[in-house]
């Protein structure tokens, strides 16, 4: 009534005479309760059978969100909201209804969810949105800056009637960069509450060792082994470190070393292990297979930055030939034999004057051959090989011109006296006077027993002196008997024509009797026997 009159009278003069009752005319309040916020907008009064805009002041409340007016202050829902039309006649309080605001802080990322306003008794779902950091994974959400675990994940159910700040909860990015070479591990994530496993897998590079991994590119030093543990809270690159294989080739023979890894920038020692081949020698180590020259020894330093395969260097082993003339000369030059290489044995024969060369022998005593010059020796083995000879013989044959018995032939050899024979031939009517070169010798040259010396074969003939007899004279009485005669065996011999002279007789002849009164041969006749005779005169 008193809100009316004061209206009235100051809007209207009451002019008429006469009595007036005036009746009060009530509006209703519209009384605002911020309900736990502040700056809640002051009374309104609605008119009755009017519209009242409720105000459009809103009140505060810090991390709520204002979502309208309700008639309870336990409403969760709201009636009014403000600027809105009151159209009931009648008084009311409206209590403020509050969100609960969700609020998003991306961490030290970027791209945070725009703010969300929760329904009091409702559930809200959290943004999807996730937010970004370079080299850090989004783990989800949680109400400390400073967690290391998760409260929330993206989209799921926010249910508390409070208001809340979600902070992100970042994993940091462990990457792995092959650096070189193939096969990657996947990132991986760690988490701020853990120790991260790194992982197990190993990238490739042909002809490299994978080492570990490292925090820079270019280091040869290894801060990671894989499947060791990674415990910063930082996000990391980790490049691969890679060992060059240093790998051994026995290049034809056995026994290699087992492959070597070298360190970045760190010296290899190699392999003091050497491989072996039969029947080669062992030089060392060369980068090419067909090198004759090794670049490396077992135990040498190997300084490169490279991967490297390394080829034994084989030296065949070979075999000195001699010969030796053995008292000759002319042997031939010392040959070379290579291992498991059959030799033709050199085809120049020595020479030694008097001998013939019958091959060659490992003994300077021998007396058969065992190798001949063009054949081949096989044996892995140096070689001293001597000349046999054998000394140039000479038969010696006997003649025994005329006669019979002649020694069997003889054999002299070089430079060695021959004894010949004792064996004489023989020959009737004639006397063996020794051997000839010449079959009409007269002149005996050699002996029976005596030396044949000459280097020469030859044919001795015997050398004979014919027989000879005595013819004697005996004047038998008388005198001037002939002179004694010589007979050659087989000649027939005159007898001499001299007459002996006995004083009263009358020479008859010769007989061999000096009692003979018949003469057997007359002067001049022939003397024919084989035999020394004394002839005596006959006389009358």
């Given at each position: 009534?008193?809100?009316?009159?004061l209206r009235?009278l100051?809007?209207t003069?009451?002019?008429v005479?006469a009595?007036?009752t005036?009746?009060?005319?009530?509006?209703?309040n519209v009384?605002?309760?911020?309900?736990?916020?502040s700056?809640a907008?002051?009374v309104?009064?609605?008119?009755p059978?009017t519209?009242?805009q409720?105000?459009?002041?809103t009140p505060?409340?810090?991390d709520?969100t204002?979502?309208?007016w309700?008639?309870?202050?336990?409403?969760?829902?709201a009636n009014?909201q403000?600027g809105?039309?009151y159209?009931t006649n009648?008084?009311v309080?409206?209590?403020?209804?509050w969100?609960y605001?969700v609020t998003?802080n991306?961490?030290?990322?970027?791209g945070a969810?725009?703010?969300?306003?929760?329904?009091?008794?409702?559930?809200?779902t959290l943004?999807s949105?996730i937010p970004?950091?370079?080299?850090?994974?989004f783990?989800?959400?949680s109400?400390?800056?400073?967690?290391?675990?998760v409260?929330?994940q993206?989209?799921?159910s926010?249910t508390?009637n409070?208001?809340?700040?979600?902070?992100?909860?970042?994993?940091?990015?462990?990457?792995?960069n092959?650096n070189?070479?193939?096969?990657?591990?996947?990132?991986q994530i760690?988490?701020?509450?853990?120790?991260?496993t790194?992982?197990?897998?190993?990238?490739?590079w042909?002809?490299?060792?994978?080492l570990?991994?490292?925090t820079?590119?270019?280091s040869?030093y290894?801060?990671?082994?894989?499947?060791?543990s990674?415990?910063?809270?930082?996000?990391?690159?980790l490049?691969?470190?890679?060992?060059?294989?240093?790998?051994?080739?026995a290049?034809g023979g056995s026994?290699?070393?087992?492959?070597q890894?070298?360190?970045?920038s760190?010296?290899?020692t190699?392999?003091?292990?050497?491989?072996?081949w039969?029947?080669?020698?062992?030089l060392?180590?060369?980068a090419?297979?067909f090198?004759?020259?090794a670049?490396y020894t077992?135990?040498s330093?190997?300084n490169?930055?490279s991967?490297?395969?390394?080829?034994?260097?084989?030296?065949v082993?070979?075999?000195?030939?001699?010969?030796?003339?053995n008292g000759?000369?002319?042997?031939?030059?010392?040959?070379?034999?290579t291992?498991?290489?059959?030799?033709?044995?050199?085809?120049t024969?020595?020479?030694?004057?008097?001998?013939s060369?019958?091959g060659?022998?490992?003994?300077s005593?021998?007396t058969?051959?065992?190798?001949?010059?063009?054949?081949?020796?096989?044996v892995?083995?140096?070689?001293?090989?001597?000349a046999i000879w054998k000394?140039?013989?000479?038969?010696?044959?006997f003649n025994?011109?005329?006669?019979?018995?002649a020694?069997?032939?003889?054999?002299k050899?070089y430079?060695?006296n021959?004894?010949l024979s004792?064996?004489?031939?023989?020959?009737t009517?004639?006397?063996f006077q020794g051997w000839?070169?010449?079959?009409?010798?007269?002149?005996a040259?050699?002996q029976?027993?005596?030396?044949y010396?000459?280097?020469?074969?030859?044919t001795?003939?015997?050398?004979?002196?014919a027989?000879?007899?005595?013819?004697t004279?005996?004047a038998?009485?008388?005198?001037?008997?002939?002179?004694?005669?010589?007979k050659?065996?087989?000649d027939?011999t005159?007898?001499?024509y001299?007459i002996p002279i006995?004083?009263g007789?009358?020479?008859?002849?010769?007989?061999?009797?000096?009692?003979?009164?018949?003469?057997?041969?007359?002067?001049?006749?022939?003397?024919?026997?084989?035999a020394?005779?004394t002839?005596y005169?006959?006389?009358k």
């Amino acid at each position: 009534m008193f809100l009316f009159v004061l209206r009235a009278l100051r809007k209207t003069a009451y002019s008429v005479d006469a009595n007036l009752t005036l009746y009060a005319v009530w509006g209703y309040n519209v009384t605002y309760n911020a309900n736990g916020g502040s700056g809640a907008p002051a009374v309104q009064v609605k008119m009755p059978n009017t519209s009242l805009q409720l105000s459009s002041v809103t009140p505060t409340w810090v991390d709520h969100t204002f979502l309208g007016w309700a008639i309870t202050s336990s409403a969760t829902t709201a009636n009014y909201q403000a600027g809105a039309s009151y159209t009931t006649n009648t008084p009311v309080t409206l209590y403020a209804v509050w969100g609960y605001t969700v609020t998003y802080n991306a961490n030290g990322g970027s791209g945070a969810p725009a703010m969300q306003v929760k329904t009091p008794n409702a559930s809200i779902t959290l943004s999807s949105t996730i937010p970004i950091w370079s080299d850090h994974t989004f783990l989800g959400w949680s109400t400390s800056s400073s967690a290391i675990t998760v409260s929330y994940q993206a989209g799921a159910s926010y249910t508390s009637n409070n208001s809340i700040i979600l902070y992100a909860v970042w994993g940091f990015n462990v990457t792995y960069n092959a650096n070189g070479g193939s096969g990657t591990p996947s990132m991986q994530i760690k988490s701020p509450s853990g120790t991260l496993t790194l992982s197990t897998t190993i990238p490739t590079w042909s002809n490299h060792s994978f080492l570990g991994w490292a925090t820079l590119s270019s280091s040869t030093y290894v801060s990671y082994k894989e499947g060791s543990s990674y415990t910063n809270n930082t996000p990391i690159s980790l490049y691969a470190v890679w060992g060059y294989n240093v790998a051994y080739n026995a290049n034809g023979g056995s026994g290699a070393p087992a492959m070597q890894v070298k360190t970045p920038s760190t010296p290899l020692t190699l392999s003091s292990t050497a491989p072996s081949w039969s029947g080669h020698t062992f030089l060392g180590w060369a980068a090419d297979s067909f090198s004759t020259i090794a670049s490396y020894t077992p135990g040498s330093t190997y300084n490169s930055n490279s991967s490297v395969t390394l080829y034994a260097v084989w030296k065949v082993i070979t075999y000195i030939i001699t010969y030796n003339a053995n008292g000759g000369f002319g042997a031939p030059a010392d040959q070379i034999k290579t291992y498991d290489v059959s030799l033709p044995l050199s085809y120049t024969v020595p020479t030694k004057t008097g001998f013939s060369f019958l091959g060659w022998a490992t003994s300077s005593f021998a007396t058969i051959a065992s190798y001949q010059p063009g054949s081949y020796y096989s044996v892995n083995a140096g070689l001293a090989l001597f000349a046999i000879w054998k000394a140039v013989t000479y038969t010696i044959t006997f003649n025994a011109n005329g006669g019979f018995g002649a020694p069997a032939d003889q054999t002299k050899v070089y430079d060695e006296n021959l004894m010949l024979s004792y064996t004489t031939p023989m020959r009737t009517g004639y006397t063996f006077q020794g051997w000839s070169t010449f079959l009409g010798s007269t002149i005996a040259t050699y002996q029976a027993g005596g030396y044949y010396t000459n280097n020469a074969g030859a044919t001795l003939y015997a050398v004979w002196k014919a027989d000879t007899y005595i013819i004697t004279y005996n004047a038998n009485g008388g005198y001037s008997a002939p002179a004694n005669q010589t007979k050659t065996y087989g000649d027939m011999t005159t007898l001499s024509y001299t007459i002996p002279i006995r004083s009263g007789y009358s020479f008859q002849g010769w007989a061999t009797s000096s009692f003979a009164t018949y003469a057997q041969y007359s002067a001049g006749a022939l003397y024919t026997d084989n035999a020394s005779i004394t002839l005596y005169a006959v006389w009358k």
